[in-house]
């Protein structure tokens, strides 16, 4: 399965593979498994180890028990599951019969689940153990008629070995690579789905191979292991490890962020390829030298980050502790984006890649929908030639709102390309905050604070104000043993009127034990605005 960056029609897959190679090496995991089945797939949280020919077996099971059951192209199937093997077993069973996976959020109430269920029109849903509770109260809400499956066994679900036994381990005919369909994260409203209709005569064969050499600039390489340490129901988590299963890896879990385990991970397993967030480099470097020092990482190739904007100094911390093998890549759910390696970061510090890099086109338009020249701010646009579009289901006044003209659409971030055409991300178009007339971007501001020595972790959000329009709200997180008291705020008062234009400069302080953030890393900025706004 290809992340959805990467969805091609099939007349351009097979372009791209004959401008690729002409070899035909093993590429994608259903080749890697059938190569070589008794390498190992997964490491799961517990330790437990599926072979590649174990795991191919299983989800040419659920393949072929879904076909029995009835679901047809671009059909859709939920899973409900924390961090497991039996993920890959549901998701790569269901992208290979043209059927969308939707992975639902673990950490979600049943009111949340029950919307995505009903959204999706999911027809069958495998449910863990450990959620069979919440998941029973979302699917009665909603009158779920539906096949529900138990990746165990539950009273009312159909257990998951006899659901597999039903299908049987041989591959299905008439095989269709199929997108999952993800979620957005809902910080503008409800989550969206983002669907990618299935392409007849696109296999998980071809899909791995046309999206190889985008893959490639993100640092993946073929062999080794990959650390997944973040939620696989989100999208980067998940993607990465289908991709490293795509590039003949062994992919470890981990079930949930912990930044001294992740070091373990790393040099117990000899981890090459890993993807993060910059809130966990954040928290990696906040780590005590003698734990960091403790460790060996030098087996890492890859470190890839996206998610959110990374702090320079952040970032350029990350690399002289791990060295030059960080990469990051600017996309979302909704298509692809751009990338940046080691050294052309090094060179454009800040920068998420050039305005060609993935074979992206990238335009910077002001209000009006003009184009706008280098080095002032606009929305980010975005147009690769032969992907397929995206759209949000059921959703077709959002749809159009995300595209402009030439086939062109953004994501909602506001940004500017250099002379050069490097591309740099100022901040999201709603976190954006109107004071006074004059545009401020809360994530100049946080980086800015964030150098402070006294500073863990900041969000800077807009409140309404009589005068002002909004005024400029920092919600801080001190340092262990550092009060957040007035003697504090002076301090970061002095700090932001140092550095920083008057106008940007936050008017109120206040001070949490931690901020929220989503079980991918990012920032649910929302969650602090929102009881200005009520």
């Known amino acids: ?66 076909r029995r059951a009835g679901l047809v192209l671009d059909d859709r199937s939920a899973i409900l599951v924390t961090n497991s093997v039996r993920y890959f077993d549901w998701v790569l069973g269901c992208s290979q019969i043209g059927v969308h996976a939707v992975p639902l959020n673990f950490h979600s109430v049943s009111d949340e689940i029950a919307y995505i269920v009903d959204n999706s029109s999911s027809k069958v849903i495998a ?18 008629e539906g096949t529900r499956v138990a990746l165990d066994v539950a009273d009312g679900y159909v257990p998951y070995a006899d659901f597999l036994a039903a299908g ?7 095989r269709v690579n199929a997108n999952a369909m993800l979620y957005t994260s809902g910080t503008t409203g409800r989550p969206k789905g983002v669907l990618w209709p299935a392409t007849p005569g696109v296999t998980p064969e071809l899909a791995a191979r046309g999206g190889r050499p985008m893959f490639a600039r993100r640092g993946m390489s073929v062999g080794g292991v990959s650390l997944v340490c973040g939620p696989l129901y989100h999208g980067a988590p998940g993607s990465q490890g289908l991709q490293a299963l795509n590039w003949g890896q062994s992919v470890v879990l981990l079930d949930r962020w ?38 060996d990482v030098s087996s890492l190739r890859a ?10 100094d952040t970032k350029q911390a990350m690399f002289d502790w791990f060295g030059p093998v960080l990469y990051e890549y600017y996309a979302a759910s909704e298509g692809f984006g751009t990338s940046i390696g080691p050294n052309d970061w090094l060179a454009h510090r800040g920068s998420v890649g050039h305005m ?26 975005l147009r690769l030639p032969g992907v397929s579009e995206s759209s949000y289901l059921g959703d077709p006044d959002k749809t159009a ?33 109107l004071s006074g007339g004059v545009n401020v971007y809360p994530a100049e501001i946080e ?17 309404p104000d009589a005068e002002w329009g909004q005024r400029v709200i920092a919600v801080v997180v001190p340092v262990a043993g550092v009060r957040g008291d007035d003697d504090l705020v002076a301090a970061l008062r002095a700090h932001c009127d140092a550095g920083l234009a008057r106008f940007k400069c936050p008017r109120t302080y206040e001070f949490r034990v931690e901020l929220p953030y989503s079980g991918a890393g990012k920032l649910l900025r929302r969650e602090l605005r929102d009881p200005y706004w009520a």
């Open 356 to 381: 060609s890099s993935d074979g992206a086109e990238v335009r910077i338009l002001d209000d009006a929908g003009e184009v706008l020249p280098a080095d002032e701010v606009g929305m980010v646009y």
């Open 168 to 174: 049987g381990s041989g591959a299905p005919d008439e």
């Open 303 to 312: 470190v890839t980050h996206a998610g959110s904007g990374c702090p320079v």
């Open 127 to 144: 449910v863990g153990s450990s959620l069979k509770e919440v998941a029973d109260v979302a699917l009665t809400s909603i009158g779920f």
């Open 1 to 66: 399965m290809i992340d959805p960056r990467a969805q091609m029609d099939a007349a351009h897959v097979v372009r791209s593979l004959g401008r690729m190679n002409d070899d035909q090496e093993c590429f994608g995991f259903w080749q890697f498994a059938a190569a070589d089945p008794e390498a190992v797939a997964v490491i799961d949280v517990d330790g437990t180890r599926t072979t590649r020919g174990a795991l191919a077996a299983r989800a040419n099971a659920v393949s072929n028990t879904l």
């Open 258 to 295: 912990d930044g001294e385990r992740v070091l373990q991970l790393i040099e117990e397993h000899r981890v090459t390829h890993v993807q993060m967030a910059p809130i966990h480099f954040h928290r990696l470097l906040q780590l005590p030298q003698d734990v960091r020092n403790r460790y």
């Open 447 to 463: 980086q800015h604070l964030a150098r402070h020595s006294d500073v863990a972790d900041v969000a800077v959000i807009g409140a």
């Open 401 to 433: 709102a995300s595209r402009g003209a030439d086939g062109f659409r953004t994501f909602g971030d506001m940004g500017y390309l250099d002379a050069d055409g490097w591309l740099f991300l100022v901040d999201r178009r709603t976190d954006m905050i």
